[in-house]
């Protein structure tokens, strides 16, 4: 009898012992499952991102870039930027593992067409049909040549390249005068002395002033010390 009690009680350590480690295993199991889980990201889309942008990106992630070294012709993804990824954008991976890159080479280089001689609008439409990259405009002004017209170009026609820049003629330049103080002069004489250097003036007399003679300045606009050019209106207000 005692025996038998003896090994029911053996019996039933082995088997709570047995319970326990498959516990703990079952725990363990479960456990790295998580912890494995919690290391897997979701690979972004680095199209078009610079290198070091990618780079920013994918460390945030804690990823790996790797940049293989031959680049591909794009027409659209500028030079330098990402093309194409493995693995591709939205796929699940671990942390510390290795995104490769292939960058773009930029857009073929295409036949630079002739420029010099067209309206600046004109060229900038060419340059936009034929994909190329307005670079800069450079400016002078001359009234040698017809104002807006493109007089210099770089590079040269018929070279080949992806981008182009132009000089363009402005036309001279307008002469300006400083608005001069009008308040206190007479209307008339300060009208007829701005129409005779070609500028447009109204003269307004509503409201009598007392003291104040009739047809003396009040008010002007623009303001004395303004830039003025002929052509422009300029107004006097003067008493009645």
Same mark, same amino acid.
């Given at each position: 009898?005692?025996?038998?009690?003896?090994?029911?009680?053996?019996?039933?350590?082995?088997?709570?012992?047995?319970?326990?480690?498959?516990?703990?295993?079952?725990?363990?199991?479960?456990?790295?499952?998580?912890?494995?889980?919690?290391q897997e990201v979701s690979v972004p889309?680095?199209?078009?991102?610079?290198?070091?942008?990618?780079?920013?990106?994918?460390?945030?992630?804690?990823?790996?870039?790797?940049?293989?070294?031959?680049?591909?012709?794009?027409?659209?993804?500028?030079?330098?930027?990402?093309?194409?990824?493995?693995?591709?954008?939205?796929?699940?991976?671990?942390?510390?593992?290795?995104?490769?890159?292939?960058?773009?080479?930029?857009?073929?280089?295409?036949?630079?067409?002739?420029?010099? =001689?067209? %309206? &600046?609008?004109?060229?900038? *439409? /060419?340059? !936009? @049909?034929?994909?190329?990259?307005?670079?800069?405009?450079?400016?002078?002004?001359?009234?040698?040549?017809?104002?807006?017209?493109?007089?210099?170009?770089?590079?040269?026609?018929?070279?080949?390249?992806?981008?182009?820049?132009?000089?363009?003629?402005?036309?001279?330049?307008?002469?300006?005068?400083?608005?001069?103080?009008?308040?206190?002069? =007479?209307? %008339? &004489?300060?009208?007829?002395? *701005? /129409?005779? !250097? @070609?500028?447009?003036?109204?003269?307004?007399?509503?409201?009598?002033?007392?003291?104040?003679?009739?047809?003396?300045v009040l008010r002007q606009y623009p303001?004395?010390?303004?830039?003025?050019?002929?052509?422009?209106?300029?107004?006097?207000?003067?008493?009645?």
């Amino acid at each position: 009898m005692a025996l038998t009690s003896h090994v029911l009680g053996v019996g039933k350590a082995f088997l709570l012992t047995g319970a326990m480690v498959a516990t703990y295993f079952l725990f363990a199991a479960t456990g790295m499952r998580v912890a494995l889980r919690s290391q897997e990201v979701s690979v972004p889309d680095l199209a078009g991102q610079p290198v070091a942008t990618a780079t920013a990106t994918l460390e945030v992630l804690s990823l790996i870039i790797r940049v293989e070294p031959a680049r591909r012709i794009h027409p659209s993804i500028q030079a330098g930027s990402v093309i194409l990824q493995e693995p591709p954008p939205g796929l699940t991976t671990r942390q510390q593992r290795t995104v490769r890159v292939w960058l773009s080479a930029g857009p073929r280089p295409s036949q630079i067409p002739a420029l010099v =001689g067209q %309206t &600046e609008r004109s060229a900038q *439409l /060419r340059v !936009q @049909a034929d994909s190329l990259e307005l670079l800069s405009i450079a400016e002078i002004r001359s009234a040698l040549y017809p104002r807006s017209t493109v007089l210099a170009q770089e590079p040269p026609p018929e070279t080949r390249s992806t981008s182009v820049s132009l000089l363009v003629n402005r036309g001279e330049r307008t002469v300006t005068y400083v608005m001069p103080d009008l308040i206190g002069a =007479g209307g %008339t &004489e300060a009208a007829d002395i *701005l /129409r005779e !250097q @070609a500028f447009r003036v109204t003269v307004v007399g509503d409201h009598p002033y007392p003291n104040v003679p009739p047809g003396i300045v009040l008010r002007q606009y623009p303001q004395a010390g303004f830039q003025i050019s002929p052509g422009e209106p300029i107004s006097l207000e003067v008493s009645r």
